[in-house]
């Protein structure tokens, strides 16, 4: 017997058909004999061969199902993709509120398992949105819930990311300098104080500049030392942290937005340096010993920033190319890293 089309839902009204459905696979949802499908679920049985659907009387093909989903709900193309794309590789999986979906772990059933991820199912021209992506970590989280994202390209290629809020932590002890005095050049700030110099490097900040011990320091470095005891001088004027700050958002505009998630950073026992060759803001160690292998790329972003799909991903893969992990640092009054990474099913 068929299953029918009533208003967004098919029905498989035979109850042998609907416990054959249900016991393989969890289709579906049992209403007494009867079993409820949702439209991308009687879309993969048919596509299957495993039900035929009838829409007021008439018997419809693949695509005439599939158009009827698409005109039920905008992101049906997308979201059939990647429920199929689980479904062929064994999983179960089963929508959700707000046309999400639950992922079994893989062996994992309803009977026996809770869903362990919240799956999204987004095209590559839908917006990215850091603020939309906490929100469903949050919400996943409450879920005991991972969130992957299911990503369809122009052509129907589907990649996979999984999402998480992370705290990083280090071990570097950064003890605040007592006292000492830099020199302001144009972009950056000169250390020529020997003692001050060597102190600044066990604390991993600043680079030797000649083989006398002078140390050049960045804005942001500079900006972080006058709020312990750096005086900071130009043309023999001393200036105000007021004044450096001004100064330095000219060169370098978004100074005071880089700042908050540099300060943070240091505070977790991480050591911070530009990451410019790696097209993020920072790349970020886990002490002081920066000769070795930084783990991290850190973007800063503000709240409400959206971008593409496309930039996300050249992130995503430039960090995994240099075997380092992408971090994402929401700015404001407090500090959120997302960590993204690829992955496959």
Same mark, same amino acid.
């Given at each position: ?34 079993? /409820?499908?949702?439209?991308? #679920? ?6 299957? &061969?495993? +039900?035929?659907? =009838?829409? $007021? ?79 469903? /970590?949050?919400?996943?989280? #409450? ?6 994202? &299911?990503? +369809?390209?122009? =052509?129907? $290629? ?84 007021? #004044? ?102």
């Amino acid at each position: 017997m068929a299953g029918i089309v009533i208003d967004t839902q098919v029905i498989i009204p035979d109850e042998a058909e609907a416990n054959q459905n249900y016991n393989k696979g969890y289709f579906g949802q049992r209403q007494g004999s009867q079993l /409820i499908l949702d439209l991308i #679920e009687a879309t993969f049985l048919q596509e299957t &061969g495993r +039900v035929t659907i =009838e829409k $007021d009387g008439k018997k419809l093909s693949l695509p005439e199902l599939m158009n009827f989903g698409i005109a039920q709900h905008p992101n049906f193309e997308i979201g059939y993709l990647v429920y199929r794309d689980f479904r062929r590789r064994g999983y179960i999986i089963r929508l959700g509120k707000n046309h999400q979906f639950n992922l079994y772990p893989r062996g994992g059933a309803p009977h026996s398992h809770q869903p362990k991820y919240e799956v999204k199912a987004l095209s590559e021209r839908r917006q990215f949105s850091i603020d939309n992506l906490i929100y469903w /970590i949050k919400t996943g989280n #409450e879920k005991k819930q991972k969130i992957i994202l &299911g990503l +369809v390209d122009e =052509e129907g $290629d589907l990649t996979y990311y999984i999402a998480q809020l992370f705290t990083p932590k280090g071990n570097l002890d950064d003890t605040p300098i007592k006292k000492g005095q830099a020199t302001l050049l144009d972009d950056r700030a000169m250390v020529w104080d020997k003692k001050l110099a060597c102190q600044l490097q066990k604390r991993a900040i600043g680079r030797n500049f000649d083989d006398n011990g002078a140390v050049q320091l960045s804005l942001l470095e500079t900006a972080y030392l006058m709020e312990e005891n750096l005086h900071v001088v130009r043309d023999h004027t001393k200036l105000t942290y007021n #004044e450096f700050m001004e100064r330095a958002t000219r060169i370098q505009p978004d100074m005071q937005f880089r700042i908050r998630t540099y300060k943070d950073l240091r505070k977790k026992g991480m050591v911070a340096k530009t990451g410019f060759k790696f097209g993020s803001h920072f790349r970020v160690y886990k002490g002081e010993d920066i000769e070795g292998h930084a783990p991290f790329l850190v973007h800063v972003v503000p709240r409400g920033f959206t971008s593409t799909w496309t930039e996300i991903s050249r992130a995503v893969r430039l960090a995994h190319s240099v075997r380092k992990q992408m971090l994402f640092s929401r700015d404001g009054d407090q500090i959120d890293y997302v960590k993204i990474r690829r992955i496959t099913p």
